[in-house]
């Protein structure tokens, strides 16, 4: 029988699945429930070590032996810290040590209880890896501990830390199978020939494969995860994933309903966005993404047809509906009217609408999401291009980084399209928001600023719109104009009717939209 902690029997069914079959285990309370699970599962050998400083050495003896990952687990407290001497020579090995740590829980470290000192990260940089398990109480919480565990365990060069707060009582062993854990596995390094055949094979022989870039460019996947969300039929059994982030929540949910999902990317991390990630290689997603798409012509696939006809139905959709002056409208306009110059986005609603709109790739901080530094970004850029640099920014993302425009460098070439509705317009959209009395003035920071004042202190052309007929005139002046310095066009709308148009815009893709 195993034990009753979750987090313990997760790491337990993990060391297994990738290949640990050593373990040497020291004293303690707190890691009995750990040390208990090692012993009883057939596929680990138990080695017991009093002193923590010889039991780290020990590890580190046969982890040289086999030429490969070692375990060696501690209670809580100094225990830890008695494995450093052995963790740092095996970092500079390159030996695969996993080190496991039992845990206070967290609410009571430094709190004059016993045994207890801050576990997470005492290793310092002589591991590759340092994670500290949830103990689970939910869903989410079980698959981060899963893809944490995954994690340090997928390391096969270095030293790994893999804490495990434990809560009282400790000494429950009433679960008679370890879970069946979802395993991770890593393809490293330059993606040889073989392997890169292998996964567009894999793709092609799949009954429902997809494949999902993301950042740069993400057009009318929200749309479609808003109308396939309840249909089976369009849920893939494979995602393939590249490229950076997905800005559609919509969609995210949906793909979470996938069996299972490969990720490329260039450093080998386990971005698991839809929870399912079962495999990671690192090698360039656009090559591989490119041999897909050529293989596709190739061969076309029902699947990947299905969606690429479901996606050309909503674009016609979205050609059909004319959206009434507002935040919308003008990215239409922009978008009918920009050519292939490049265009950077603010964050929250400038970037939604480009995903409507767009018909190419775009840029916009995206990494972490936050305002900041959208205008900036888009100017630095602006200093090393030869061609117009186009800036499409919500009021609040500009305000907040007006001194991008404070700056002696600035060409003409840099051309700034504001959206001002006078809020942060995306709170609007938020379900329950509306029910609370700070949204307006606190959450959305309301406000009634131009930036005339600002354009004329910086020597940027100004002008303004407040209707349709301006907005596009305006789009014009702003693209088609020479000018020795930045241009910008600051278009009022109404917080409300951009949210009604918007609402409106997709009441319009689901009515009567064929299956």
């Known amino acids: ?114 045994q207890t000192l801050p576990q997470p990260d005492a290793l310092g940089r002589f591991v590759k890896r340092a994670v500290s398990l949830p103990e689970p109480h939910d869903e989410e919480s079980r698959w981060y501990g899963n893809r944490l565990v995954n994690e340090a365990l997928m390391e096969h060069s270095a030293p790994v830390h893999i804490n495990v707060p434990i809560s009282e009582p400790l000494f429950g062993f009433s679960v008679d199978a370890l879970p069946k854990e979802r395993v991770i596995t890593l393809t490293p390094a330059d993606m040889p020939p073989h392997v890169l055949s292998h996964i567009v094979r894999m793709f092609m022989q799949s009954k429902r494969p ?66 399912n990630v079962s495999r990671v290689f690192v090698g360039n997603g656009e090559v591989v993404a490119d041999q897909v798409r050529f293989m596709l012509e190739q061969q076309p696939h029902p699947f990947v047809g299905q969606w690429n006809e479901l996606l050309a139905r909503i674009s016609r959709k979205v050609e059909d509906y004319r959206p009434a002056y507002s935040e919308m409208a003008v990215v239409k306009c922009f978008e009918e009217t920009v050519g292939a110059i490049p265009v950077h986005y603010g964050n929250s609603s400038a970037i939604r609408l480009a995903n409507i709109y767009s018909r190419h790739p775009v840029w916009c901080n995206r990494g972490v999401n936050g305002i900041e530094g959208s205008l900036s970004t888009a100017a630095g850029f602006s200093l090393l291009s030869d061609d117009l640099v186009a800036c499409v920014i919500g009021d609040l993302s500009f305000f907040y980084d007006q001194n991008a425009l404070w700056n002696q460098n600035l060409r003409g070439n840099l051309r700034i399209l504001l959206l001002n509705n006078g809020r942060g317009g995306i709170f609007n959209m938020l379900p329950g928001l509306e029910r609370s009395a700070a949204r307006d003035r606190m959450v959305a920071a309301a406000h009634q600023t131009s930036a005339e004042g600002i354009c004329q202190q910086n020597s940027v052309g100004y002008r303004k719109a407040a ?40 009441r319009s893709l689901s009515l009567n939209f064929p299956s």
Not at 46 to 75: I, W
Not at 467 to 486: A, F, K, N, V, Y
């Open 1 to 114: 029988m195993y034990s009753d902690k979750e987090n313990v029997n997760i790491l337990t069914s993990l060391l297994v699945a990738h290949g640990v079959r050593h373990a040497v285990v020291c004293p303690g309370s707190r890691n009995a429930p750990i040390v208990h699970n090692l012993n009883e599962c057939p596929d680990i050998q138990c080695f017991p070590v009093t002193d923590e400083r010889s039991a780290g050495f020990y590890a580190l003896g046969m982890s040289q032996a086999v030429n490969g990952p070692v375990a060696v687990c501690v209670t809580s407290g100094t225990a830890l810290l008695n494995l450093a001497p052995a963790v740092a020579e095996a970092f500079y090995q390159h030996r695969p040590l996993v080190v496991i740590s039992a845990d206070r829980p967290p609410q009571w470290i430094d709190q004059l209880d016993g």
């Open 210 to 275: 997809l494949l999902m870039a993301g950042q740069p460019w993400n057009p009318l996947l929200d749309e479609a995860a808003l109308l396939v969300a309840d249909d089976e039929r369009y849920v893939p059994d494979l995602v393939l994933y590249t490229g950076g982030s997905i800005v559609s929540k919509r969609l995210k949910r949906f793909l979470r309903k996938a069996r299972e999902t490969w990720v490329v990317n260039a450093t080998g991390a386990v971005t698991d966005t839809f929870q």
């Open 467 to 506: 209707d349709s007929e301006e907005m596009r005139q305006g789009i014009s002046w702003l693209l088609q104009t020479e000018s020795s310095r930045p241009l910008l066009l600051e278009v009022f709308t109404d917080a409300a009717e951009d949210e009604r148009v918007m609402r409106d815009y997709y």
